[in-house]
């Protein structure tokens, strides 16, 4: 006589109160992770004359006109540094961080159809949407290594330290994406509001200015800014022109580490109303 066995039932029950961030769960989960990622790659340049190319276009245009309205009209110092080279170098870190930002905060609601058929680790949702800037900023990576080739300014050891803080500049924008993507389901009014804070949060970091503009007793202050370390750190690992900032980068870890933390605690304890709300 044959023994016919069931096959094995998972049973899902909503989390009450702070749950665990269940990181294995993620992890058994890359494959989609990775899906996920390339699917937004390819939405992105989908149906688009010009494809990937726009990765390089955006950060060079906002070049050219931060280099003419501060390099050229108002003066800013550039720390001895060509001003061309000098916004680039910035803006690369910058535009990988806005564009991961605005996308993992809108990406459980664009998603809705996804969340409310099936069940996954809802964090692969905004991590998918967030990797998925490393790969413009890879393609826009090589017009800085010509820059400096033209300027004559050549690569030190510091050089190395760059993927530091190219993964800085990530989490940076998943830690706020985090939240602002929980509380995006809840209030619709957080994606109206981003273009302001992309905006905002462009100026308050030293993006078309030097950090040295601020006085000494407040940069590490200003190291609350989680960008602020980020791109001079950026800036110091490329060119060298710069003194380390040791104490503006130390702040800046420390508040995106908070940050994070605290978003991920934040995100798993929304995500059970996800699907009801979304």
Not at 125 to 136: E, N, R
Not at 199 to 209: H, I, M, R, T
Request: aromatic fraction near 16%; include cysteine.
């Amino acid at each position: 006589m044959r023994l016919v066995t069931e096959p094995p039932h998972t049973v899902l029950r909503p989390s009450s109160g702070w749950v665990g961030l269940n990181l294995g769960e993620l992890w058994h989960s890359r494959e989609l992770l990775f899906f996920l990622t390339w699917r937004d790659i390819k939405v992105r340049y989908k149906q688009t004359a010009l494809g990937a190319a726009w990765a390089v276009i955006q950060p060079l245009l906002s070049m050219l006109v931060l280099t003419f309205f501060f390099g050229r009209l108002a003066r800013v110092p550039s720390n001895n540094i060509p001003y061309p080279l000098f916004a680039y170098s910035a803006l690369l870190p910058w535009q990988l961080f806005a564009y991961a930002l605005t996308e993992s905060s809108n990406s459980v609601v664009v998603n809705e159809r996804l969340i409310t058929k099936v069940y996954f680790p809802r964090l692969v949702i905004p991590l998918a949407s967030a990797l998925a800037g490393l790969v413009d900023f890879t393609i826009a990576f090589p017009l800085v290594v010509v820059m400096m080739m033209w300027y004559h300014i050549m690569p030190t050891a510091a050089f190395l330290t760059l993927p530091i803080f190219v993964v800085f500049a990530a989490a940076a924008a998943l830690a706020a994406g985090l939240w602002l993507c929980a509380l995006n389901v809840q209030y619709r009014d957080v994606r109206h509001t981003l273009t302001f804070i992309v905006q905002f949060w462009l100026f308050a970091s030293p993006v078309a200015y030097p950090s040295s503009l601020i006085p000494a007793r407040w940069r590490p202050l200003y190291g609350l800014n989680p960008m602020a370390g980020v791109i001079e750190g950026f800036r110091w690992a490329l060119l060298r022109r710069v003194p380390f900032p040791g104490p503006m980068i130390a702040v800046s870890s420390f508040v995106t580490t908070v940050i994070l933390v605290g978003g991920l605690f934040y995100f798993r304890r929304m995500e059970r109303t996800f699907a009801d709300v979304v």
